[in-house]
């Protein structure tokens, strides 16, 4: 089964500075890959996801932008980090016959 | 689009208690996904249904894909404090499509 690699688990920013958050994925090749956002004991807002390399699109418009340079990496991006930036940002990847969704570990980002 | 409501929002019960939760869509979903997160983690899958009418069980977990194919149910037996946290289900209406999340289920156990 395929996993998602995702770093760093937290990470402290203060406003206005850049943002870069990877996420990498095993045990799968050309998966569709999620970038969600959850604020505290919410549900999941999709942000970004990308069906190939190269090839991103996008839910909602926002400060941040997505990247995917390979097949099995996928990235989340801001130049200059907003206070509403703050949030759980989880990647996700599915593929395969099953189709079923897998999460990586999550990112707590907190912009001060 | 595709929306799925999710209910209860929350729930708080006793230790040994059983637990029933569910998600309705006002569309057709041909797989069900449930998903289970802990604080401070990512979402794991629980249980996937493919077929209408499917009942699966993981544990002291059971789900059930509605005969509709607008709903599923998850119930969880004899609760316990490890159980608690936030329970998502998703529903995809046909292969290749995106998952539609519902809003959540916030489980409180006390012991």
């Known amino acids: 089964s395929q996993t998602i690699h995702q770093w760093p688990a937290t990470l402290v920013q203060p406003v206005g500075s850049p943002l870069s958050l990877e996420c990498t994925v095993e045990g799968t090749s050309n998966p569709n890959l999620y970038w969600y956002r959850q604020a505290a004991g919410r549900g999941l807002q999709l942000l970004f996801y990308?069906?190939?390399?190269?090839?991103i699109s996008s839910e909602v418009p926002q400060n941040l932008s997505a990247s995917r340079p390979q097949d099995r990496q996928f990235i989340l991006s801001s130049k200059k980090l907003l206070l509403s930036d703050s949030g759980f940002y989880l990647c996700?990847?599915?593929?395969?016959?099953?189709?079923?969704?897998?999460f990586g570990s999550g990112t707590q980002l907190s912009v001060l | 689009g595709q929306q799925l409501n999710q209910s209860p929002q929350s729930m708080f019960i006793q230790e040994g208690e059983d637990v029933s939760m569910n998600c309705t869509s006002s569309?057709?979903?041909?797989?069900w996904l449930w998903y289970k997160q802990d604080p401070g983690e990512g979402p794991v899958l629980l249980i996937a249904?493919?077929?209408?009418?499917e009942l699966t069980s993981n544990g002291r977990l059971t789900a059930q894909f509605g005969i509709t194919r607008k709903d599923s149910f998850l119930n969880i037996s004899a609760s316990i404090p490890s159980d608690v946290g936030i329970y998502f289900c998703?529903?995809?209406?046909?292969?290749?499509?995106?998952?539609?999340f519902g809003g959540g289920t916030r489980l409180m156990v006390k012991p």
């Open positions: 998703a529903g995809r209406p046909n292969a290749g499509n995106m998952l539609t």
């Open positions: 249904l493919y077929k209408a009418g």
């Open positions: 990308s069906v190939g390399i190269g090839q």
């Open positions: 996700a990847g599915d593929g395969g016959v099953t189709e079923k969704l897998f």
């Open positions: 569309s057709i979903f041909n797989t």
